[in-house]
């Protein structure tokens, strides 16, 4: 990026898929053509009516904006109870318990990857993705100057990591193990015995985790879900998730940044010192959103909210529409609201 003539020069060597996905839709559709374009990538429910969030989401919206109370500022790493409640919430599927300390409230899981990104910078850093992986990581990590290493995942394994391909990758600048589990976009589930190995690997390595569970108890089929800090005794691990893919309202921005480490390695004085300074010159979710989360009681609308066996259903039902398109391959999905395919 270059500033000249008083502005500044985007033009890189670099596009976004997002970028190019935005001028192909410019070119392709438009009112002239009959045709339009069906996105095949859209993550956000909310635009299929068979998707909705709960009343008792909406409700506590609307209760915690009638009280008045919650025009003000939050804190910036966010409200207290706020905190506690995602920590309490998230503590049920751990064999150790998190404090308020322990959680961040961001603006959607996109800026709490965008503070991992910050936090983890430094010259000659690098970050391991998976591939197919989301391609936020990837941009992210380039605004930080981060270099990108791709691992793969394996498709006739359900998509799980290649491990030797880990251990080839790594070196003394890695600063961090991306997993997105339940996965985006493969629509896999990694079984425990498969996450105990990543958090041996990264152990060995010497690496911390990047736990992205946007899509975390979104499952169907045989594999439950199981996060990553079942494991934050073997390795440090960082939770990233939101609100947005189970309760349905991407919109309302809230998400976590988290720190599953019962180790303590995210306790120490300089770790906790930097984290709150970074979460200083950030913006927040709206008060309201989060005071939400209290008045409609998390774990009570969570568990309310889909069921794996709609989402199986649902994923089963284009199942014969795949197949009048022979030049596409169909991967099975397990989790997430996601299918995978391939030309």
């Given at each position: 990026?270059?500033?000249?003539?008083?502005?500044?020069?985007?033009?890189?060597?670099?596009?976004?898929?997002?970028?190019?996905?935005?001028?192909?839709?410019?070119?392709?559709?438009?009112?002239?053509?009959?045709?339009?374009?069906?996105?095949?990538?859209?993550?956000?429910?909310?635009?299929?009516?068979?998707?909705?969030?709960?009343?008792?989401?909406?409700?506590?919206?609307?209760?915690?904006?009638?009280?008045?109370?919650?025009?003000?500022?939050?804190?910036?790493?966010?409200?207290?109870?706020?905190?506690r409640a995602i920590a309490e919430y998230l503590s049920r599927d751990l064999p150790y318990k998190l404090t308020p300390n322990?959680?961040?409230?961001?603006?959607?899981?996109?800026?709490?990857?965008?503070?991992?990104?910050?936090?983890?910078?430094?010259?000659?850093?690098?970050?391991?993705?998976?591939?197919?992986?989301?391609?936020?990581?990837?941009?992210?990590?380039?605004?930080?100057?981060?270099?990108?290493?791709?691992?793969?995942?394996?498709?006739?394994?359900?998509?799980?990591?290649?491990?030797?391909?880990?251990?080839?990758?790594?070196?003394?600048?890695?600063?961090?193990?991306?997993?997105?589990?339940?996965?985006?976009?493969?629509?896999?589930?990694?079984?425990?015995?498969?996450?105990?190995?990543?958090?041996?690997?990264?152990?060995?390595?010497?690496?911390?985790?990047?736990?992205?569970?946007?899509?975390?108890?979104?499952?169907?089929?045989?594999?439950?879900?199981?996060?990553?800090?079942?494991?934050?005794?073997?390795?440090?691990?960082?939770?990233?998730?939101?609100?947005?893919?189970?309760?349905?309202?991407?919109?309302?921005?809230?998400?976590?940044?988290?720190?599953?480490?019962?180790?303590?390695?995210?306790?120490?004085?300089?770790?906790?010192?930097?984290?709150?300074?970074?979460?200083?010159?950030?913006?927040?979710?709206?008060?309201?959103?989060?005071?939400?989360?209290?008045?409609?009681?998390?774990?009570?609308?969570?568990?309310?909210?889909?069921?794996?066996?709609?989402?199986?259903?649902?994923?089963?039902?284009?199942?014969?529409?795949?197949?009048?398109?022979?030049?596409?391959?169909?991967?099975?999905?397990?989790?997430?609201?996601?299918?995978?395919?391939?030309?």
């Amino acid at each position: 990026m270059e500033i000249s003539n008083g502005g500044i020069d985007n033009t890189g060597s670099i596009i976004t898929i997002k970028g190019m996905l935005s001028l192909l839709m410019q070119s392709v559709d438009d009112e002239k053509n009959e045709k339009k374009v069906i996105s095949l990538a859209m993550g956000d429910p909310t635009v299929h009516s068979c998707f909705h969030t709960t009343h008792v989401a909406t409700e506590a919206v609307a209760e915690a904006l009638l009280s008045e109370k919650f025009n003000g500022y939050a804190p910036t790493a966010g409200l207290p109870l706020t905190r506690r409640a995602i920590a309490e919430y998230l503590s049920r599927d751990l064999p150790y318990k998190l404090t308020p300390n322990d959680v961040f409230v961001t603006s959607g899981c996109t800026q709490a990857i965008d503070v991992a990104m910050a936090l983890l910078s430094r010259p000659g850093a690098n970050i391991l993705l998976p591939r197919p992986g989301f391609p936020i990581y990837e941009l992210s990590a380039a605004f930080r100057h981060i270099e990108v290493r791709h691992f793969d995942l394996l498709p006739d394994k359900g998509w799980e990591v290649d491990l030797d391909d880990i251990e080839s990758l790594a070196d003394q600048n890695t600063v961090a193990l991306v997993i997105i589990n339940p996965g985006n976009p493969c629509g896999n589930v990694y079984s425990y015995q498969h996450l105990q190995k990543l958090a041996e690997t990264a152990n060995k390595l010497k690496t911390l985790v990047i736990a992205d569970e946007v899509y975390g108890h979104l499952v169907f089929g045989d594999k439950p879900f199981v996060p990553m800090g079942v494991f934050g005794s073997t390795v440090p691990i960082l939770t990233l998730g939101s609100l947005s893919k189970r309760w349905i309202v991407p919109g309302w921005r809230l998400g976590w940044f988290v720190t599953t480490d019962p180790c303590g390695m995210f306790r120490k004085p300089k770790v906790v010192e930097r984290m709150k300074k970074y979460f200083d010159i950030l913006g927040d979710p709206a008060t309201f959103i989060q005071v939400c989360i209290m008045y409609g009681c998390l774990s009570t609308i969570m568990q309310i909210m889909i069921h794996g066996n709609f989402l199986e259903n649902f994923a089963g039902s284009c199942v014969p529409s795949y197949k009048l398109i022979p030049e596409l391959i169909n991967f099975k999905s397990t989790g997430s609201s996601l299918k995978y395919l391939d030309l």
